[in-house]
């Protein structure tokens, strides 16, 4: 039996993280950003866990490390809608065009 | 039993398409809460990835911290968008052709990358059994100090969501 | 003679405890002063005994001590400081138990007693000291108390200024005394009393003794002042401001015969230069024949003595001044006790009639006999009456003046005795003789103020004895230090003299007790004189004119220099920073701020152009970040 | 830490502790403020003793690198010259602080700041390097504008925008010369000891680099005619600060002179001492006479500083032994007896709301202990015998007379227009007739005696036994004395 | 013989699949094996949840004084199968506004989680479907996803009620999750494994949990979290009938609806099981009877209490539950995992005392932090 080729972790990982930074890129809506972003995150998860599994002689780093990520995720998702929130009550919007007071 | 690996090697790419179709819909979809059930499934393809790579734990809490998560961000998006099902808005900005464009150009340019990168394989690593305990002894062990450093962040994190969230009474 | 230092501690410990005690105490403060000054008689009697006997005494201690230069202060006990110590507690001690009858309803009793101790304490300090620092300290302490008790009644702005002319009067001398002191330490080295020997001083002066004369006459200077010498002496009627008693102790016997200790003290030092001598014989002179000039026509009772005390001190001071150490030592003894005896009898007298005027009183003698009585012996004391004390001392320096060649001295001096015994009388026919000219009610004072006046007066009748050819001269052989003095008796002196007292006597009996009309005739005839002796020389307003006027004077133009110039300086260089940065102001608002408002301009212009860039959009950013990443890739990927 | 930081910086704790403490809780403020001033005045009387008064160096010394850059050290360290300087600060911190409590508005910031100018003056007594000594004299600047500045009297921002300005402008010149010396050591250095003992500059150098620093110092002393914003600040100035002012600050010049001028620059130093004595009798004289002109009691008695002070100048231009030693002398009882002088008017003040000295009259019978104080502190003041201010004056004069008979001899003006102006002030306030206005003054109560005793108690103490105090600094002056050249007597 | 009974089920399956292994490859027989054990659970599931209505109607109508279902069938035995009846054939609504796929989505989706969970559940000596080493942490993570689904649901029903019942259940059942999970600490602190099996294991021969002191208050602690997290009475705001007419599940009728129900059912049966695995010693029992028996008993003991709160409990109020969550659960488990901790490390006299003492402290002081304010008298500091 071989195993899955590393490659293709990594592929599936940057597809995911492509995808991720697209809706980063073109979601109007903060929320919908937030998910973008959370996309991303899992994306690079993926990568630290295939490569610390494959290549590094310690296997259980990137599982720390995804760990650590995760708990800056949420840290990240709960100040960030904080902000979002904020954000609403104070500019009645969510979008992210309409935010742009520090324009100029 | 090879036949049995090769129904769980067909069980991955099955999981990572599906886990990138979802993926797709997350960025696509116009209702956002449709955008968060998919995103969900996303997750957990995700998390079957992890399985794939032998990391039960993280998968398991992979689940039980996303889900909790996304929950939060699906009410936020109940609680924020007025028109979900109004067509009329449109729910990508302008930038999306040069996005992809310019998305595309990077994929390409990284798998063209990547595939001239011979990875030496760690198969000591690639064998080794991980269990929580050992996580937990590493956690505790080498890693302590990230791992407080992390607890403080969250606190503060945490601190500073309420403070922003607080309505002024 | 080891526990002389005991004598001035009695009465200072008196003093403490009534200080503090005061109100406690009440009258038996005086009881408590009392014991402290004839404790402190007490010690001096064994001194005195043991100092009879040809004993001296010497102790120092360091005091001060800086580098190689000390302060050793001491006591020193011979005959010298013999005498004043007999004089000032037994004086003292009378003055003290008169005290609690004179001043037996002052609300301040024993406030007027703690004063009292102190003074006591620093007088006998004074001649207890062995150093001229030490001396000099003493000084200042009894010119202090001097300047409480002249103040005692300070409700009295007379009271009250009278107490700061003292005390700043007799400052100005001191001041001198100090340079004195100063130079004569920088030209000798040592300021201790034994070790100015005439052999000492003549190595020193070797070469010049110029700035040790004038050393002793700024020392001379001091003694000016506490002293009452001319021109110094205006403080001294004002002292009489002060209760009686302490016109009798302070500004009679004591204090103001420092100043003549001091130059006795001194004497060497004098001797040494006749020009210090000369002038201490001339001031001596001037203030004798001045002040009983004075007195002739003074009407205050006090004042009367005041000027007589005066005189009588620049007697003492002529004696000195003309070589007579022991003729101005013996007349500083027996001065201080018919002084005294004449002030507590003028005391008494004020106590009985409330009043200080010679024309308010008259006939007094029948309802005051006692006091009458023993003033008179003052009188004929101080007038020269033999055997009386005054008669042999004032003799002496008559004698001395005669010998010592200067006519004129001698001949002012005999005018003064003159003048003296007629004040003298002037004063006790005005005031016990004849009708009484108002309605007072005189009355013989309480024993406690008679009977220290029966013992001065018996003190002033025989203290001349031992001085006298009788005793073969014993006390000038005793203050000279045991050397027996060769002094020969001038009849034509003592003819003089006793002609001067008895005329004197007569004079101002018929004119005052018999002719009560010629001496405003007398004035009349010669009013220019009259007024010179009725206004004291005008010294008191001469130095209103040339001194203090001046000085306020000035002290208000320097407060105005400070306000308006120096302070105007301060205040107008920052006035004219304030202008200069007004100036600058200007210039930084319109040159300065101009090119900087000019840049920031062009920049704006500038930066409108560019500002388009910064659409506000993360998005936009974030997809310009992202081809920048490419952007860096596709280098890398091709490099 | 060591006892010299201690001293220093309990203070700032308590200002800490002050701060904390709410403005309302006025008592707990007072309390605080008084303990804190106890305490380091028992830390400054230990010091006292524990000094060994026979060694001329530096005692208790303190070095660490602060801007090793620049070659800055926390430098600290006493002498015989400091050390009374120090005693006399904490006592008279914690004398003031007693005063303090008549006053009555924003409690909190007067003594936070209170707290914080006596960190300064110890500060400045303590410092070995210039660059801490010039950060300490400027502690000292902010917290008395602002003292002066609130609680002052009806002119306060007159007279503490003047004080400032004028001090600040002092130190300016001040600073340039200690810059000035930095640069021209090698290497360059802020150390006092240092440059005093291993530099030898020249003449011309020295001259320019003691005018500078004597602009600076002769402005807080101060030196005629540097002296006009003495008055306004002490009239204006609360009674407790004015009592600062006068028993420490105006000290902190003089001490410049004998720890910065001197040592470093022995040459200029001799070169200007006529010069500095011809000043030294102007301001006697001229600050005598002045003081004579006064109707204010508090002026008077400002004016009277200056002729006190330039005999501490004097007794500086001198250079013998017992010049420096009656200069010192006289610093310490200025302190005291000026110190009491104000603590006197200030209760004067608090009953009457009059400093004007004719609106008084006859004060003596009604108020007998108060006007026994007075009286004391003023014969004090004019060089009594038996009292502190005496022994000064004198061995001022004797080291003068020395060097300058002239100038001795016309100094002894000031003395007799002191007795003038102290009794003239005497009579004025305590004797003649009762002003009927003041019939029921009452008397001294027990808090203000207890801000005096000790005060007479040193007064008294000195001028009976100037050797003990004479000995604690001694063998610094005349150390220093014969490191200047001058005369040793 | 007690042995055989004790691995019946075991020894049935392992027998089967002999069989087939004649006939079928290595490969098929793992499937079957696999697939054997969903079935039986798949199949059991319903069954279980089908009696549990019942058990609670009649249970309910006893304690209400009243016989419940008494008419189809003895004691009304064949009820739960005429309700199912009537569930199929009765007609699926779903509104006109409602998000159609998602309404349709949502009870497919909750009956998943309370059926996975089932896999690491030991119901006997060696029946576990999946013995996986992170077992526990499956269970928790899994059902979680019935919130999901019960949102899904809530949100698709376009109906204001619907969506507050769901925004309440998010709530009740996130704030619950975390003293539930904290609560489960101390028993993988000591027995240092996550796999249900081992935690069982290390429970045999009487050493239950809940007889130790930190074990007794997290039994307790996590049974009620349980109850809040299934949303039954008193914990059952978000289908309060008197305030959001059902709430989440207002819009669903027929089969739907019955698939709600399901899933409440038999995640109530699994949360009492797991609690039975965590602290009640799971399977242990005395070996006259077999483990399978005890393990049922003891989980429907606590069945039966979760109905008998049911019948005697009122509703809590919003704010009292969040409040009790928040104040009360969360820093008491923390405190537990403490005093865990303590047993673990001190000899056993020893430890009992510490954590005797710790728990009274902890309960004093949370008695005393939660202690109703009643605010002070108010200082006028200006006004009088």
């Not at chain 3, 006459?217 to 001319?230: E, P, V």
């Not at chain 4, 500083?305 to 007794?315: A, D, P, R, W, Y």
């Not at chain 5, 969550?325 to 006299?349: D, E, G, Q, R």
Request: aromatic share 14%; net charge positive.
């Amino acid at each position: 039996m071989t195993p899955i080729p590393l490659n293709h972790f990594v592929i599936f990982s940057l597809f995911l993280f492509s995808i991720g930074l697209y809706g980063t890129l073109t979601r109007r809506n903060v929320i919908g950003i937030l998910m973008g972003i959370e996309l991303m995150l899992n994306a690079a998860n993926i990568n630290l866990i295939a490569f610390s599994r494959y290549i590094s002689p310690n296997p259980e780093t990137g599982q720390i490390f995804v760990i650590f990520v995760i708990v800056l995720a949420a840290c990240a998702a709960a100040v960030g809608l904080a902000i979002v929130l904020a954000m609403y009550q104070n500019r009645k919007t969510v979008q992210a065009e309409d935010i742009h007071i520090l324009k100029w | 039993m090879e036949i049995l690996y090769f129904f769980a090697k067909t069980g991955f790419y099955a999981t990572a398409l599906v886990t990138l179709a979802a993926a797709i819909l997350v960025v696509t979809l116009r209702n956002l809460f449709h955008c968060a059930l998919a995103l969900i499934l996303s997750l957990l393809g995700v998390a079957v990835t992890y399985l794939y790579l032998k990391a039960e734990f993280l998968a398991i809490i992979q689940i039980l911290l996303y889900i909790g998560a996304i929950m939060t961000l699906l009410i936020f998006a109940i609680m924020l968008t007025h028109r979900l099902t109004d067509r009329s808005v449109s729910q990508t900005n302008r930038q999306s052709l040069p996005a992809f464009a310019l998305l595309a150009v990077f994929n390409i340019f990284f798998i063209a990358s990547l595939a001239a990168v011979p990875w030496k394989i760690n198969s000591a690593s690639l064998a080794a059994k991980i269990d929580t305990q050992a996580l937990g002894a590493f956690l505790m062990g080498p890693y302590v100090f990230p791992f407080e450093i992390i607890s403080i962040v969250l606190i503060i994190a945490l601190v500073g969501a309420v403070i922003l969230g607080r309505t002024d009474q | 003679m080891a526990y002389a230092y005991l004598i001035p501690v009695f009465p200072f410990i008196a003093f403490l405890i009534i200080i503090f005690n005061g109100k406690r105490l009440k009258h038996q403060s005086a009881a408590i002063a009392i014991g402290g000054s004839l404790l402190a008689a007490a010690v001096s009697t064994v001194v005195i005994l043991n100092t009879l006997k040809g004993a001296t005494y010497s102790h120092t201690f360091e005091w001060i001590r800086i580098g190689t230069f000390s302060l050793n202060f001491g006591i020193l006990i011979d005959p010298l400081t013999a005498m004043m110590l007999f004089v000032v507690t037994y004086v003292g001690s009378m003055i003290f138990i008169y005290s609690v009858g004179y001043m037996h309803e002052d609300p301040r009793f024993s406030r007027f007693f703690a004063y009292l101790s102190l003074f006591m304490a620093s007088m006998l300090g004074l001649v207890l000291s062995s150093h001229y620092v030490q001396l000099f300290i003493f000084w200042e302490l009894v010119g202090l108390c001097s300047y409480f008790l002249i103040g005692f009644w300070f409700e009295k702005p007379s009271a009250a200024k009278a107490g700061m002319k003292a005390f700043i009067t007799t400052k100005i001398g001191d001041v001198g005394f100090l340079i004195g002191l100063f130079l004569l330490f920088t030209c000798a080295g040592t300021l201790q009393f034994k070790d100015f020997t005439p052999e000492f001083l003549a190595a020193k002066t070797q070469a010049g003794g110029g700035l040790f004369a004038l050393a002793a006459i700024l020392i001379f200077a001091g003694a000016c002042g506490k002293s009452a010498q001319f021109p110094l002496h205006v403080w001294l009627p004002d002292a009489m401001e002060g209760p009686t008693p302490v016109s009798a102790l302070i500004h009679a016997a004591t204090m103001v015969a420092a100043g003549v200790y001091l130059v006795a003290r001194s004497f060497v030092l004098f001797a040494q230069f006749p020009q210090a001598l000369e002038v201490v014989a001339v001031i001596g002179t001037i203030t004798a024949f001045m002040a009983a000039f004075i007195a002739l026509t003074a009407t205050d009772i006090k004042k009367v003595l005041a000027y007589s005390t005066i005189s009588q001190l620049g007697y003492m001071m002529a004696a000195l001044g003309l070589g007579g150490f022991s003729a101005g030592t013996f007349h500083l003894m027996t001065h201080a006790f018919f002084k005294a005896l004449l002030f507590l009898g003028a005391g008494s007298v004020i106590h009985g009639t409330q009043t200080q005027d010679l024309r308010e009183m008259g006939g007094l003698f029948p309802r005051m006999k006692i006091t009458s009585l023993t003033f008179l012996v003052a009188a004929l004391a101080i007038s020269g009456v033999p055997p009386l004390s005054g008669f042999f001392s004032k003799d002496e320096i008559l004698l001395t003046a005669y010998e010592s060649g200067s006519r004129v001295i001698f001949l002012i001096l005999l005018v003064t005795s003159f003048m003296t015994a007629f004040y003298m009388f002037r004063l006790f026919v005005l005031a016990f003789l004849g009708k009484p000219r108002k309605k007072i009610h005189a009355h013989e004072s309480p024993a406690v103020m008679t009977v220290p006046l029966s013992v001065l007066a018996l003190f002033s009748a025989v203290l001349g004895i031992p001085g006298s050819p009788y005793w073969n001269h014993w006390f000038q052989g005793f203050i000279h230090g045991g050397h027996a003095q060769e002094i020969h008796v001038n009849l034509f002196v003592v003819k003089c003299s006793v002609a001067a007292a008895f005329s004197g006597i007569a004079l101002a009996v018929i004119l005052y007790r018999f002719l009560p009309k010629v001496p405003e005739w007398l004035a009349k005839i010669f009013k220019p004189l009259y007024l010179v002796s009725y206004n004291k020389f005008w010294l008191d307003e001469l130095y209103q004119l040339i001194f203090i006027g001046p000085f306020k004077k000035i002290s208000q133009l320097l407060f105005r220099f400070d306000a308006v110039i120096v302070d105007g300086a301060v205040n107008q260089s920052a006035v004219q920073t304030v202008n200069l940065s007004a100036l600058k102001n200007w210039f930084d608002q319109h040159i300065v701020d101009g090119t900087v408002n000019g840049v920031a301009w062009i920049t704006q212009r500038m930066s409108r152009i560019l500002r388009k860039l910064q659409t506000g959009l993360i998005q936009n950013y974030l997809l310009i970040l992202l081809l920048g990443l490419l952007f860096t890739i596709v280098i890398g990927f091709y490099r | 830490m060591s006892t010299l930081s201690l001293i220093i910086f309990l203070p700032v704790l308590g200002m800490i502790g002050v701060l904390l403490t709410p403005k309302t809780e006025v008592q707990a403020i007072r309390r605080i403020a008084t303990i804190v001033s106890a305490v380091v005045c028992a830390l400054c009387t230990f010091l006292l003793f524990r000094f060994t008064a026979s060694q001329p160096g530096m005692q208790f010394v303190e070095k660490i690198a602060w801007i090793p850059q620049i070659n800055v050290f926390y430098h600290l360290g006493v002498d015989g010259i400091s050390v009374p300087m120090i005693f006399i600060t904490g006592l008279l911190s914690l004398l003031a602080c007693v005063a303090s409590y008549g006053i009555k508005e924003r409690v909190k910031e007067y003594f936070a700041l209170y707290l914080l100018l006596e960190t300064g003056m110890l500060g400045t007594f303590c410092a070995l390097d210039l660059f801490l000594f010039y950060v300490f004299w400027e502690v000292v600047l902010v917290p008395m504008y602002f003292l002066i500045g609130i609680w002052g009297g009806p002119r306060k921002e007159y007279a503490a925008i003047k004080f400032f300005l004028y001090t600040l402008a002092g130190s300016i010149f001040m600073l340039l010369g200690i810059l000035a010396l930095y640069f021209a050591s090698t290497p360059h250095t802020f150390d006092i000891t240092v440059l005093s003992v291993n530099h030898a500059f020249a003449l011309g150098f020295q001259k320019l680099v003691f005018l500078a620093l004597f602009l600076g110092f002769a402005i807080k002393v101060p030196i005629w005619p540097f002296h006009t914003w003495l008055p306004d600040a002490h009239v204006e100035a609360p009674t407790p600060i004015s009592v600062l002012l006068a028993g420490i600050l105006l000290k902190m010049g003089t001490y410049g002179f004998f720890r910065i001028s001197y040592p470093i620059l022995p040459d200029a130093a001799r070169w200007f001492g006529i010069y500095m004595a011809i000043l030294a009798v102007i301001g006697i004289v001229y600050g005598g006479f002045v003081s004579l002109a006064q109707t204010d009691f508090k002026k008077m008695i400002a004016y009277s500083s200056v002729s006190h002070m330039g005999f501490v100048l004097l007794g500086l231009a001198v250079f013998n032994y017992s010049g420096f030693d009656g200069a010192l002398l006289q610093m310490f009882n200025h302190g005291t007896i000026t110190g009491g002088l104000f603590l006197l008017v200030g209760v004067l003040y608090d009953r009457t709301h009059t400093r004007d000295l004719s609106s008084f009259g006859g004060l003596g019978a009604r108020i007998p202990v108060y006007a026994g104080m007075l009286t004391v502190f003023s014969l004090a003041s004019l060089g009594l015998p038996g009292l502190s201010g005496f022994v000064g004056e004198f061995l001022t004069l004797l080291g003068s007379f020395v060097t300058y008979r002239w100038a001795a001899a016309v100094s002894c003006l000031g003395v007799v227009l002191a007795a003038c102006y102290l009794l003239w002030m005497i009579q004025r306030v305590l004797l003649g007739p009762l002003n009927i206005q003041w019939k029921s003054i009452a008397e001294i109560n027990r808090r203000e005696l207890f801000t005096l005793i000790p005060l007479l108690v040193i007064i008294v103490f000195v001028g009976i036994f100037p050797q003990v105090i004479l000995n604690l600094f001694g063998p610094t002056t005349h150390a220093l004395v014969n490191a200047l050249g001058g005369i040793s007597q | 013989m007690a042995e055989t009974i004790d691995q019946i089920f075991v020894l049935a399956k392992d027998r089967f699949l002999d069989l087939l292994g004649i006939v079928l490859p290595d490969w098929i027989i793992l499937l079957v094996r696999i697939l054997i054990s969903i079935a039986v659970l798949l199949a059991v599931a319903p069954v279980v949840m089908m009696y549990m209505t019942w058990l609670e109607r009649k249970v309910l109508g006893r304690i209400q004084n009243r016989y419940g279902p008494n008419r189809v069938g003895i004691f009304g035995l064949l009820q739960p199968i005429a309700d199912g009846i009537k569930m199929l054939t009765k007609e699926d609504i779903v509104p006109k506004n409602a998000d159609q796929v998602i309404h349709f989505l949502a009870p497919v989706v909750i009956v998943i989680a309370p059926l996975l969970v089932l896999a690491v559940l030991p119901f006997g000596r060696n029946m576990i479907a999946a013995d996986l080493n992170v077992g526990l942490l499956f269970f928790l993570g899994v059902s979680t996803f019935g919130v999901i689904a019960l949102f899904m649901g809530s949100w698709a029903s376009r109906n204001k009620y619907s969506l507050l019942g769901g925004m309440r259940a998010f709530a009740q059942m996130i704030s619950y999750e975390i003293p539930m999970v904290l609560s489960v600490v101390p028993v993988i602190l000591v027995t240092s494994s996550l796999s249900t099996a081992a935690i069982v294991e290390a429970q045999l021969g009487w050493k239950w949990f809940i007889f130790t002191p930190w074990g007794g208050f997290a039994a307790l602690v996590f049974f009620l979290c349980g109850v809040a997290e299934v949303n039954r009475t008193p914990f059952d705001l978000p289908e309060a009938e008197s305030e959001i007419v059902a709430g989440f599940h207002t819009e669903y009728s027929g089969m739907k609806f019955a698939l709600f129900y399901m899933a409440e059912f038999i995640s109530t049966f699994a949360i009492s099981g797991l609690a039975v695995t965590l602290f009640l010693g799971g399977w242990d029992g005395p070996a006259f009877l077999p483990s399978w028996f005890w393990f049922g008993l003891k989980t429907f003991i606590l069945i039966l209490i979760m109905i008998w709160f049911r019948g005697t409990l009122p509703r809590f109020r919003v704010d009292q539950l969040m409040g009790f969550a928040w104040k009360v659960f969360l820093p008491f488990t923390l405190a537990n995992i403490f005093i865990a901790a303590l047993w673990a490390l001190l000899p056993y006299p020893k430890n009992f005392i510490a954590d005797t003492i710790g728990i009274t402290v902890i309960l004093t002081l949370l008695q005393i932090f939660n202690r109703k304010e009643t605010p002070k008298k108010r200082k006028y500091l200006y006004a009088n």
